[in-house]
């Protein structure tokens, strides 16, 4: 049984989505808004979002409902958000590791994932902003929209209604951990092809080989060969 929930504005879904999991007992549990005022990224990143035009969603689902570790159930839910949105535009949709969603080279969505013990459950709680309608972005240069990158315009309670749905039937029965890391790094951005990253306020070529099971990303850099980088250790450019 699942339960998706709509609030008007608030600051952050993925802070929110606790009130609402004191009442419910169901095993998916989702809120979303078109107009969220402080949304968060990764390790204190924010994510900004123009109101009533992008979607920002949170599912919390019991964790000890998965037997994946919890950097292949992130893994996991890339990989499922990536398949999502591929079938819905008929593009070719990537990973941009760890947890941003890419499509024709454009950012378009933002994971965030965390774990956290709520009324004696611990839950993963899958928060992810969507840019889906929003047309113009200032001076961040790598991010773009469905609108932007499709010439389409979706209808946001649609687009939410489908996405849930989608989620929790993927969610019900989880691949193993082979699969998903083979599925992972097959749809990784930019996985074997020359990039340009930034290391240490310098700047280098590298390829970037894979991720591994612990959450690491392996380039192969010109200048310091083979080497396994941790989030925020490196910056690709692209």
């Known amino acids: 049984m699942s339960q998706l929930f709509y609030v008007k504005e608030c600051s952050s879904t993925n802070d929110e989505i606790s009130k609402f999991l004191l009442y419910e007992n169901s095993d998916f549990v989702a809120l979303h808004t078109f ?16 109101a009533e035009k992008n979607l ?25 958000i990536c398949d999502f949105l591929a079938n819905l535009t008929e593009n070719t949709v990537k990973i941009k590791w760890p947890n941003d969603i890419i499509l024709k080279n454009k950012k378009i969505v933002g994971i965030l994932i965390e774990k956290k013990k709520i009324n004696q459950n611990n839950y993963f709680i899958i928060g992810a902003g969507f840019n889906i309608l929003q047309e113009k972005f200032d001076d961040i240069s790598n991010a773009g929209s469905l609108l932007t990158q499709t010439g389409r315009h979706f209808n946001l309670n649609e687009f939410t209604s489908h996405l849930h749905d989608f989620l929790i039937e993927k969610l019900c029965t989880t691949p193993s951990e082979d699969q998903v ?44 060969g083979l080497c396994s980088f941790y989030h925020k250790e490196i910056k690709l450019l692209y």
């Open 181 to 224: 890391i083979n599925r992972f790094n097959n749809s990784l951005f930019r996985k074997d092809m020359i990039s340009v990253f930034e290391l240490n306020e310098k700047r280098q070529n590298g390829i970037i080989k894979n991720a591994d099971r612990n959450g690491n990303l392996w380039i192969d850099l010109e200048n310091d």
């Open 35 to 50: 107009n969220q005022t402080r949304g968060r990224g990764q390790y204190g990143n924010t994510w900004s979002s123009t």
């Open 56 to 80: 920002a969603y949170t599912l919390a689902v019991k964790a000890e409902n998965f037997q994946l570790s919890d950097f292949m159930f992130n893994y996991y839910t890339a990989i499922i």
